[in-house]
T-cell receptor, first 117, second 114 residues
């Protein structure tokens, strides 16, 4: 079974600075997807970024980028120029490519990100 | 696009009663819907996967007789918590697959059993 580990229960960063959230995972699959989701106090799950394991290039979305190390099974999220609106719980998630969309996500325990003004 | 509407957003019920939570896909057809449970300050745990027109698949440890899932149409999936007890109090979230292997989530239902 696959597992997702987020070893940082809480992180704090000054506004406008850069912060990196860690995520490692364990799977026997060779093809899969990795996600970072943001859950603000409203508890609505918001997709931040997605990475396909077969792509070597790291995904980027504006101020958000990932460092995907497939051999190390590591998938960290870097947030540049942190903004107050970035404050939220961040969850790393995994799903195998096999299954054709019939698989739910396996989530890590989450990292609570605090932005200091 | 690809919005899932989840209702109610919160519900309080008495112990022993049943509660139904609905998730509707508003602008697309959701052949597969996922139901998650989230305890306070914890992660989302997949409870079950529902496919339109067939029986739901439950994760290990989830009581299928307590958490009844119905996915009778391509736009509606329901989760009924039967004979609810205080330990069933939690935040329940539905999710549907969308194009390009993405997911869209409902806004969640906070269930409190008293």
């Amino acid at each position: 079974a696959q597992t997702v580990t987020q070893s940082q229960p809480e992180m704090s960063v000054q506004e406008a600075e850069t912060v990196t959230l860690s995520c490692t995972y364990d799977t026997s699959e060779s093809d899969y997807y990795l996600f970072w989701y943001k859950q603000p106090p409203s508890r609505q799950m918001i997709l931040v970024i997605r990475q396909e394991a077969y792509k070597q290039q790291n995904a980027t979305e504006n101020r958000f980028s990932v460092n995907f190390q497939k051999a190390a099974k590591s998938f960290s999220l870097k947030i540049s120029d942190s903004q107050l609106g970035d404050a939220a719980m961040y969850f790393c998630a995994y799903r195998p490519l096999s299954g054709g969309g019939a698989d739910g996500l396996t989530f890590g325990k989450g990292t609570h990100l605090i932005i200091q003004p | 696009g690809a919005v899932v509407s989840q209702h109610p957003s919160w519900v309080i019920c008495k112990s022993g009663t049943s509660v139904k939570i609905e998730c509707r896909s508003l602008d697309f057809q959701a052949t597969t819907m996922f139901w998650y449970r989230q305890f306070p300050k914890q992660s989302l745990m997949l409870m079950a996967t529902s496919n339109e027109g067939s029986k739901a698949t439950y994760e290990q440890g989830v009581e299928k007789d307590k958490f009844l899932i119905n996915h009778a149409s391509l736009t509606l999936s329901t989760l009924t918590v039967t004979s609810a007890h205080p330990e069933d109090s939690s935040f329940y979230i539905c999710s549907a697959t969308i194009a390009n292997y993405g997911y869209t989530f409902g806004s969640g239902t906070r269930l409190t059993v008293v």
